[in-house]
């Protein structure tokens, strides 16, 4: 799949993002969600758990903090894909580029793929919400 910088980012419930550990060009992507952590598609990606697409000059408006971060970053196009955990948005996995850029179906299906997790990370959460320690927070 065609990207130059791609990102995982995650989020509590209306609160800002932060780039996961795992961001594959911490200089760029990362960086977007440093200078504007309570705005950008990652955000809109997680509140409506569905895939959102930007040309990134035409978004002042939308992401005002954002934007400046983006293009100083060289980012033209953005896709945010939602990471779901236990059928919930948690997180999103962002795919920046350079150039504006129109991912094929199939390109579309592979990010949707990606940003599943894998059986493994689900048991975890599930174990982690069960533990008594976190039971005794609520």
């Given at each position: 799949?065609?990207?130059?910088?791609?990102?995982?980012?995650?989020?509590?419930?209306?609160?800002?993002?932060?780039?996961?550990?795992?961001?594959?060009?911490?200089?760029?992507?990362?960086?977007?969600?440093?200078?504007?952590?309570?705005?950008?598609p990652y955000l809109d990606c997680i509140?409506?758990?569905?895939?959102?697409?930007?040309?990134?000059?035409?978004?002042?408006?939308?992401?005002?903090?954002?934007?400046?971060?983006?293009?100083?970053?060289?980012?033209?196009?953005?896709?945010?894909?939602?990471?779901?955990?236990?059928?919930?948005?948690?997180?999103?996995l962002n795919l920046f580029h350079r150039?504006?850029?129109?991912?094929?179906?199939?390109?579309?299906?592979?990010?949707?793929?990606?940003?599943?997790?894998?059986?493994?990370?689900?048991?975890?959460?599930?174990?982690?919400?069960?533990?008594?320690?976190?039971?005794?927070?609520?």
């Open positions: 799949m065609p990207s130059c910088a791609c990102g995982p980012t995650r989020s509590a419930p209306g609160g800002p993002c932060s780039p996961s550990p795992a961001t594959c060009s911490p200089a760029s992507s990362s960086n977007c969600c440093r200078h504007s952590p309570w705005e950008g509140a409506a758990d569905a895939l959102v697409t930007a040309d990134i000059a035409a978004e002042e408006e939308r992401w005002p903090r954002f934007l400046p971060a983006a293009t100083g970053a060289g980012f033209r196009t953005v896709y945010a894909f939602p990471l779901r955990l236990m059928n919930r948005a948690v997180g999103g150039e504006r850029t129109d991912l094929t179906s199939s390109q579309l299906q592979l990010g949707r793929g990606l940003a599943v997790p894998g059986p493994t990370q689900e048991h975890d959460q599930r174990r982690v919400e069960r533990s008594p320690s976190r039971r005794s927070r609520h």
